[in-house]
């Protein structure tokens, strides 16, 4: 992307650009300085438009939120599936960068306008029955799982170890020796491992359904729209 003339320097094209060299260099690569030198500039020339790597780190971030998609449930959604709609694809945008999970983690702060977005998704969920704290706890539950299963799967060395579901299998058939009960090598044998969509799912659900029932403990209004 080096040329002899570059465009006028932006914060969004930093943003961009910063993007696409994490993908190719990680977040241990991504340097102001390295981002400069792809950008054909010194790095004096950033900072007009970002005064820290926090800043920069934190508009990486608030892009990757963005780029989930968020807002409100669409008309007549019920609140389960469109919590469940934001989840999965808040985990397609952090899997979309290398380290997706880390930029997010490690932000500070996020733009007015994804707050401003927050906030009426927040006074939605008042419109199905939540309260204000009862619809922040949920989003919070909801991300914070997201972001620590992306985590896991985005890890450097991930468990259970590379290989076949009967890799794995085999692999545990000899730690755990023949006395064991054997169950956690049905579950493998069933499954596969604790990451991949079914986990995730598994773990999304759970979350649905225990706010479902903390809804009606909390209102009487549990039902579904």
Do not use: C
């Not at 969004?12 to 990680?26: C, K, Q, S």
């Not at 899997?95 to 930029?103: E, K, P, Q, S, T």
């Not at 997201?146 to 991930?158: D, I, K, S, T, Y």
């Amino acid at each position: 992307m080096r040329a002899s003339k570059r465009p006028g320097l932006t914060r969004h094209l930093l943003i961009d650009t910063a993007l696409r060299l994490l993908d190719e260099v990680g977040l241990e690569g991504l340097t102001v300085r390295r981002l400069a030198a792809e950008l054909g500039v010194q790095s004096p020339a950033l900072y007009w438009h970002i005064r820290t790597k926090q800043e920069l780190l934190d508009g990486m971030a608030d892009r990757i939120v963005q780029d989930a998609g968020m807002g409100p449930p669409r008309q007549g959604e019920p609140w389960q599936d469109w919590l469940a709609r934001r989840a999965r694809a808040y985990r397609a945008s952090l899997l979309g960068h290398r380290d997706g999970a880390r930029i997010v983690a490690s932000a500070t702060h996020l733009e007015p306008a994804t707050i401003r977005l927050f906030d009426e998704e927040l006074a939605a969920m008042t419109g199905h029955g939540f309260t204000p704290v009862l619809a922040l706890r949920t989003i919070t539950a909801v991300t914070q799982y997201v972001n620590g299963f992306v985590l896991q799967e985005q890890a450097e060395h991930p468990q259970p170890a590379p290989g076949t579901a009967a890799d794995r299998v085999a692999a545990l058939e000899e730690l755990l020796g023949e006395d064991a009960p054997g169950t956690l090598i049905a579950a493998y044998r069933e499954q596969g491992g604790a990451i991949g969509e079914q986990a995730f799912e598994h773990g999304l659900r759970a979350l649905i359904d225990g706010t479902a029932a903390a809804l009606t403990r909390e209102t009487g209004e549990g039902s579904p729209g």
